[in-house]
């Protein structure tokens, strides 16, 4: 079995988890929680919670970053808690701010044991089926990733489980937990002629190379406080976002996902939200100010 990274409907908010070489960026240290709440009503639909954090430093004058990521996600009878230790290596690049990160990915996995099969049995008589309840094995995996930031552009592309590691039950079926995964992201921002307003296009790609993710986005902002905007993510949903971002460093998020398949039948959309806090850290005093609600 092939289990997919989880996918975010704020990817913004979510870069940390996503890409090693977002560790650092900008000169705040920066803590996110996002809870994500997906295919509601739908069972054994998954339900994610991350917490992000990440800082930079200097060291033989040089910028660096190191970042968390704490994530648990549950999905049917499985479960995984990961911890993501990242760093980032830092380099000014044409106008702008180079990530070149990598990271150490640790598995805590474990599932139910309580099988039911379409005719009300337990399951017991397929192979495929794992059925020992007590194995919670601990499994380490690697990232990398480039992350570039100027002041109205950022480029990301990473890589996460690169050894595709696999976990094996009781009954000696091997079971892939989760599989590589690369990720691709990117957003503009547009000043339009009133200089209250800007505008903020972004796509964000995933695949485990077995099946793509893809949503495209569009967020308003105003003020440089307040945004709201749409997206599609193809063939799944149109999800509705909208947020707030304060001068003390506290900003939030929500998003519902409404969703296009045939899972609407059962389930009511998708919810996700996020809470973060950033403050200013002077390592190095840098001139450069991101005006996006994408780059607090």
């Known amino acids: ?6 996918f975010s409907s704020l990817p913004m908010f979510n870069q940390m988890y996503y890409n090693p070489g977002y560790a650092g960026d900008g000169n705040d240290i920066e803590a996110r929680v996002l ?8 069972p054994g639909a998954p339900r994610t919670q991350t917490f992000n954090v990440d800082a930079p430093f200097k060291l033989f004058r040089q910028k660096h970053g190191v970042g968390l990521s704490i994530v648990n996600d549950v999905f049917g009878n499985f479960s995984n808690t990961e911890l993501n230790i990242s760093y980032a290596y830092r380099k000014s ?17 474990s599932f139910e044991a309580n099988w039911l099969d379409p005719e009300g049995g337990n399951g017991g008589t397929d192979g495929l089926i794992p059925t020992n309840a007590s194995v919670k094995p601990l499994l380490f995996d690697a990232n990398i990733g480039l992350y570039y930031n100027s002041d109205n552009l950022y480029l990301s592309i990473s890589s996460r489980n690169l050894l595709n590691t696999d976990v094996k039950y009781s009954n000696g079926s091997n079971q892939l937990l ?10 503009y921002e547009y000043q339009l ?54 001068p003390s460093g506290i900003h939030a998020a929500v998003s519902y996902d409404l969703t296009t398949s045939r899972i609407i039948k059962i389930g009511t959309g998708s919810f996700e939200f996020m809470a973060g806090y950033s403050f ?15 780059f607090l």
């Open 1 to 6: 079995m092939a289990q997919n990274g989880n």
């Open 35 to 42: 809870v994500r709440e997906q295919w509601m009503g739908f």
């Open 93 to 109: 690049l044409i106008q702008g701010d180079l990530g070149i990160g990598i990271g150490l990915n640790m598995i805590s996995h």
């Open 178 to 187: 989760i599989g590589r995964q690369l990720y691709f992201s990117t957003g």
């Open 193 to 246: 002629a009133n200089p209250l307003f800007s505008i903020q296009p972004g796509v964000f790609v995933a695949t485990d190379f077995s099946s793509t993710e893809l949503s495209v986005s569009t967020l308003v902002t105003y003020n440089k406080r307040f945004f709201g905007g749409l997206s599609y993510k193809i063939t799944d949903a149109v999800i509705f976002m909208a947020g707030i971002s304060l």
């Open 280 to 294: 200013s850290l002077d390592i190095d005093k840098d001139n450069r100010k991101y005006k996006s609600v994408r």
